[in-house]
């Protein structure tokens, strides 16, 4: 075998610049270079997969030139559809020639003059990597730019989308315009259908806080669709929360404005820099993807000046250290909303207990209206002043209600009603008691309850008709609010009927008497005659009682650890009756003592179905 020559070690003089490594293992170093810069600056071109963000990144460029007005045009030119940009800014910087330098623009790619002007000290400019201008290729095939030089002559500079040359010549103008104006044209195929209303959406909420602050007017002119539009910056719905405590960090102070509202699935806090949108959900990225920002019920702006953003799509954040203090720096705010949402969800939770009490009492009082009165007696009522009474059935006996509590009850001492208590024009009419029980040849008091809309009881400019539409016995009369029914000698089912006039309008009901040869049970008196309890929950989980009765508060307790409290809770409806059930079953065990459980379940029954009839 041939032996390697000794000099051969002593010619390896350290790491090359380029080459595989030596058979001697030492690394190699060197600087990377872009191979094929026409294809870098095509892979640049195409990083932007948005094409609105690309018309926020024109448009920016406009109020970073200090532009008091831009327009944006959609329309149609010679076949062709074109989006328009014009401005009133400062224009494009100039040479020593005092032309526009759009050679700067076009040969200075990834080499921004925003950098510069960054690094001398100007603050309020968006974008750092000279690559703004080719995102036009996500968005047409040409790009015209005219700006004008110091020798008020207009020029123009002209792109191609897949075209490594540009052009720039003089434009022919008898006065020549102030700012820029740039021409996208003609739009790609995929988005031609931009229309201004898409456009000033999402220019209203990608730009909300750079629009604000500069105080730009941004006006949309979409000639296609024949309609104009002014971009405002985007308002949120809900309660501003104003005393959050924005945080500050080494970098710079993070502004928080957020807005608590109903919980919602497109409610989102929206990640800023410097007023322009980043990511429209900060719980895109993962550290965030936890509550609050993921509970819906924040929306928002959190915005950091000092987060560097993806170059191209300008749609991220790079997760570097200045990543990791902004991070830190929300920790202690998500604390403090995580307190907010917990009042707001238990302040929630107070209001649908209210509404449920509120919607089982209604129904209740609308069940006592329909069944017998001497049975039910148990339930107080009170009327629109707070007047204890009970519902009578004496012929032309008045009811007093309040579109809230619908009382039916007459007031002891009838009081002058304010004009919201005045009833309206008659709507429904219901007999009561609805269903009742009568022994052969005894006697029953029914009246007809008319009321308004609202609910509220109709008492003038009235007519009664009543009817036995099926079955036996007799009615003293027919014409009026208040009747009373004879029932025949043999047991059956009679089906009454009252039709009530108030002008043009006509209302009718339907009422069950029960006719019975069988002796009636004398409900036993209960030491509870306390009128509807209040309830209230207590958590114990593994408990078999779902409710009891607390007689010295007049109060049902609600097991919420129960299990079948749990299933309820799925669904409001489903827990609405289940609170009712559970509430139909404590009433009737206290204000029936002394029956047998046969009995209990039969009145169980009857309530909770006339009880829940009214349910809502």
């Avoid at 001697?24 to 095509?42: E, M």
């Avoid at 309850?449 to 009369?477: M, T």
Wanted: overall charge negative.
């Amino acid at each position: 075998m041939k032996q390697a020559k000794p000099s051969a070690q002593k010619q390896d003089k350290g790491p090359q610049r380029s080459g595989p490594a030596k058979e001697t293992g030492r690394p190699t170093s060197g600087k990377l270079r872009i191979g094929d810069h026409w294809n870098a600056i095509s892979i640049i071109a195409l990083s932007q997969s948005n094409p609105l963000k690309a018309v926020a990144e024109f448009v920016e460029n406009s109020i970073d030139a200090h532009a008091q007005h831009i327009t944006i045009i959609r329309g149609r030119e010679k076949g062709n559809s074109y989006l328009r940009i014009i401005d009133d800014g400062d224009g494009l910087p100039t040479n020593a020639d005092g032309i526009p330098d759009f050679k700067y623009v076009a040969t200075h790619i990834c080499d921004s003059i925003k950098r510069q002007l960054k690094s001398q000290g100007a603050t309020g400019l968006q974008g750092e990597f000279g690559i703004g201008l080719l995102s036009f290729w996500t968005v047409g095939e040409q790009l015209s730019l005219v700006s004008t030089g110091t020798d008020q002559k207009s020029y123009e500079m002209r792109m191609r989308k897949g075209d490594p040359n540009y052009r720039v010549t003089r434009r022919r103008r008898l006065v020549a315009d102030q700012g820029t104006q740039l021409t996208v044209s003609p739009l790609l195929p995929g988005i031609r259908h931009f229309t201004g209303e898409k456009l000033q959406w999402y220019l209203a909420s990608e730009l909300r806080d750079r629009i604000r602050n500069s105080n730009v007017e941004i006006r949309i002119l979409d000639r296609q669709a024949r309609a104009e539009y002014v971009v405002q910056p985007q308002a949120f719905s809900g309660r501003h929360l104003d005393k959050l405590k924005s945080p500050g960090t080494p970098l710079g102070e993070v502004y928080v404005e957020l807005y608590v509202d109903e919980p919602q699935p497109d409610h989102a806090v929206g990640l800023y820099r410097s007023g322009t949108r980043i990511l429209e959900d900060l719980a895109d990225l993962d550290e965030f993807r936890q509550s609050p920002w993921t509970s819906g019920y924040l929306q928002g702006v959190i915005d950091a000046p000092f987060l560097n953003v993806t170059p191209g799509t300008r749609q991220g954040v790079i997760q570097d250290e200045a990543f990791a203090t902004f991070r830190e720096a929300l920790v202690p705010l998500a604390s403090r909303l995580e307190e907010i949402i917990a009042e707001l969800q238990q302040a929630k939770e107070e209001e649908v207990n209210r509404d449920t009490l509120k919607s089982i009492q209604r129904a209740f009082r609308e069940a006592v209206l329909a069944l017998p009165e001497e049975e039910y007696d148990w339930f107080e009522v009170y009327g629109v002043n707070g007047t204890a009474s009970k519902r009578t059935g004496r012929p032309g006996a008045a009811l007093n209600a309040s579109p809230a509590d619908d009382a039916l009850v007459e007031q002891a001492e009838p009081q002058q009603k304010a004009f919201f208590e005045h009833a309206g024009p008659l709507h429904s009419v219901r007999i009561s008691p609805t269903a009742s029980i009568v022994a052969v040849r005894q006697e029953r008091n029914l009246r007809a309850v008319a009321r308004d809309r609202s609910r509220r009881v109709v008492e003038d400019d009235l007519s009664f008709d009543w009817n036995i539409i099926s079955g036996g016995g007799a009615l003293d009369h027919y014409d009026r609010e208040c009747v009373t029914y004879t029932a025949s000698g043999e047991p059956e089912l009679v089906q009454l009927s009252v039709t009530v006039r108030q002008g043009t309008t006509e209302c009718t009901a339907e009422g069950i008497v029960t006719v019975t040869d069988s002796l009636l049970p004398e409900r036993p008196r209960s030491n509870h005659d306390r009128g509807l309890p209040d309830y209230t929950f207590e958590n114990a989980p593994g408990a078999l009682w779902r409710s009891r009765y607390d007689t010295d508060q007049n109060l049902i307790v609600i097991n919420s650890g129960h299990r079948d409290f749990v299933y309820a809770t799925r669904q409001k409806s489903l827990k609405l009756r289940y609170v009712c059930r559970l509430y139909s079953k404590e009433l009737v065990i206290h204000n029936f003592p002394g029956y047998s459980s046969e009995q209990l379940l039969e009145r169980m029954i009857e309530l909770s179905l006339y009880t829940e009839e009214n349910l809502r």
